[in-house]
């Protein structure tokens, strides 16, 4: 639901339409052939003349290229590593160029591989969707483009990209980029919010210290361990869970636009489903959760009414889950180990709810006028999360007696002789667990998944010592 919302709210703000030569490739009438044109107008904008972006975005590319890709540039006289960095810093720059140097993953060069060939890589990604017939190729197209190397990478590197961030962000105030900013960037300077503070050092102050880098390194941590790890249902292969959770985002995404009324782009019939049709149809009307939104506007008195359609739109679905004929579709595309692990992980979603709490107040600090609606929103966002999180971790059914297998991957297969413990972790947190396993300390066995901090290091501790 939440990913029709950003949808639909991206349709809905695409209203002016700019002349172009693309045409979409989904049939007319359909979401797709919609979300196409969205992307047909989003194109002419940034590139104007149809092949060259525009000049704004155009330079900032180039200047945060010319910047950032020193830090790919090894030479053995006046070595570009050893330049100071306009928009990192020179502390910071220094940190990545040692990730970058540590071979073979060379983590630290992430920036200048996304700002190569930032223009044309855009433009194809771009076009390639727009010319997508069907569903399910568009989404193969994102897989493609953008979740597989996102993920690839971030399995790999987002550990030690974070470790890096977090021992430079104290020294992110010497980089030159905020000078820029307060210069040109149209801020006031001025403001109410800063108190008296100079602009520099109030902002400085946030991202370095207010913002909850620790709950955040929690929450990416935990978030990569249960995305990166085996799907241990599959037996044979090396499927990870963000292929599943892809997979299984999109058959969600279906099954709300056949309920919403909306027409998919599908190929010709080509047998019949074995989806049994009355799982994927949901029982609410137009006027439910982002559709109510987009026709009443965001407001203060249209979210609470909001929240509560949100949630009878997700009871709704939760319903299918006790329909004898939909369990088997149920346990394999939405109850899998993958799924399991991550709304069993107390640490993960502990620190979403500590992430989202913080970012309320600091908006909250910066726009005193909207405390209301931001308290309001976060007072959704958190209800609807445990109330997914409570039934998803206990679906119960009071009129069968329907259950589910909820078993977290690493427990389902945690007695394979071939399975590391230490997979999924990155940075700091595999060099721990493998130094603990030369130690022979804690196995795959061992309860303590979830767990970070202090509270991990009990847990490993007791179970080094058997006591758990």
């Not at 999180?389 to 690493?410: A, G, H, K």
């Amino acid at each position: 639901m939440k990913v029709l919302l950003v949808a639909a709210c991206l349709l809905a703000v695409a209203s002016a339409q700019v002349e172009s030569s693309m045409v979409p490739g989904a049939r007319r009438g359909t979401f797709l052939n919609g979300i196409q044109q969205m992307l047909i107008n989003a194109t002419a904008t940034f590139y104007p003349d149809g092949e060259n972006m525009m000049q704004t975005i155009k330079l900032a590319v180039m200047t945060a290229r010319n910047d950032l890709c020193k830090i790919n540039n090894r030479q053995e006289v006046n070595n570009p590593q050893d330049h100071n960095s306009i928009i990192l810093g020179k502390t910071c720059k220094k940190a990545f160029v040692k990730l970058y140097n540590e071979e073979p993953d060379r983590c630290g060069g992430v920036f200048c591989d996304v700002l190569t060939d930032f223009e044309t890589k855009t433009k194809e990604s771009l076009t390639r969707m727009i010319e997508a017939e069907y569903d399910s190729d568009f989404f193969d197209i994102i897989e493609e483009r953008f979740i597989d190397p996102i993920m690839e990478y971030s399995c790999r590197c987002s550990g030690k990209m974070m470790d890096a961030w977090m021992g430079c962000k104290k020294r992110i105030g010497d980089a030159d980029i905020w000078f820029t900013m307060m210069n040109f960037g149209g801020f006031d300077t001025a403001a109410e919010y800063l108190g008296g503070m100079d602009w520099k050092d109030f902002w400085v102050d946030l991202v370095a210290n207010r913002v909850p880098w620790e709950d955040i390194e929690t929450m990416l941590e935990r978030t990569m361990a249960n995305l990166c790890q085996r799907n241990t249902d599959i037996r044979k292969g090396d499927h990870r869970c963000y292929t599943y959770l892809y997979d299984t985002i999109t058959a969600h995404v279906k099954g709300h636009l056949k309920s919403l009324g909306l027409t998919s782009a599908k190929r010709g019939r080509g047998g019949k489903s074995n989806v049994p049709e009355n799982c994927i149809q949901y029982d609410y009307s137009l006027h439910s959760g982002s559709t109510y939104l987009l026709r009443n506007g965001i407001t203060r008195a249209t979210f609470s009414s909001y929240h509560t359609k949100i949630l009878e739109s997700m009871d709704s679905v939760f319903e299918k889950f006790c329909v004898e004929s939909c369990k088997d579709y149920y346990q394999e595309k939405f109850m899998g180990c993958c799924t399991a692990s991550l709304i069993l992980d107390e640490a993960l979603n502990t620190s979403i709810t500590n992430v989202a709490n913080e970012i309320k107040e600091i908006y909250v600090e910066l726009f005193p006028e909207n405390e209301s609606a931001a308290e309001a929103i976060r007072a959704s966002f958190s209800k609807s999360h445990q109330h997914e999180l409570e039934f998803m971790r206990n679906p119960t059914c009071v009129d069968s007696d329907i259950s589910y297998d909820v078993t977290p991957c690493t427990e389902g297969d945690m007695n394979m002789e071939d399975e590391d413990p230490c997979a999924g972790l990155s940075g700091k947190a595999v060099r721990k667990c493998k130094k603990t396993q030369k130690k022979g300390g804690y196995s795959a066995a061992t309860n303590c998944s979830g767990l970070s901090g202090k509270q991990l290091k009990k847990c490993k501790k007791k179970a080094k010592k058997g006591g758990q």
